[in-house]
């Protein structure tokens, strides 16, 4: 299961419209590794600056890395987070994760991280099984 989902959100789909503060919030709590990962990416964009911030470190343990793929793996998930942190989010394997901002995304930069190329110089015989 992806998400540790309470009670009163799940009815509140059961019958109709969600919350997506809600919904964020149930992410949040069900996701902490992922979901620390990209509040730290989206923390280091704005005070940085540049065209992006990404990660280059695996998660720890399989744990944190199922989240990761979890959180990313899902459109609801990934989007709600994109709109939650205000940037536009790109994935490579098991672990990099970019962050790129919406407002004046750069779509060179962004093409770039997610093309074929970049997918392939990203890859390493130690990640292989990630």
Request: contains cysteine; aromatic residues 6%.
């Amino acid at each position: 299961m992806s998400l540790d989902v309470p009670p009163k959100l799940l009815e509140q789909a059961e019958h109709g419209e969600v919350d997506e503060a809600e919904f964020v919030d149930c992410v949040r709590d069900s996701l902490p590794y992922a979901w620390n990962l990209v509040a730290a990416l989206a923390t280091q964009l704005r005070v940085d600056g540049g065209a992006f911030a990404d990660n280059q470190v695996p998660p720890a343990t399989e744990t944190e890395r199922g989240q990761l793929l979890r959180a990313l793996a899902s459109d609801a998930i990934r989007g709600s987070m994109e709109r939650h942190f205000g940037v536009k989010l790109a994935f490579q394997n098991c672990h990099r994760v970019a962050v790129f901002p919406i407002e004046g995304l750069d779509a060179d930069r962004y093409a770039k991280f997610t093309s074929i190329r970049g997918q392939l110089l990203n890859q390493s015989p130690t990640l292989r099984d990630c």
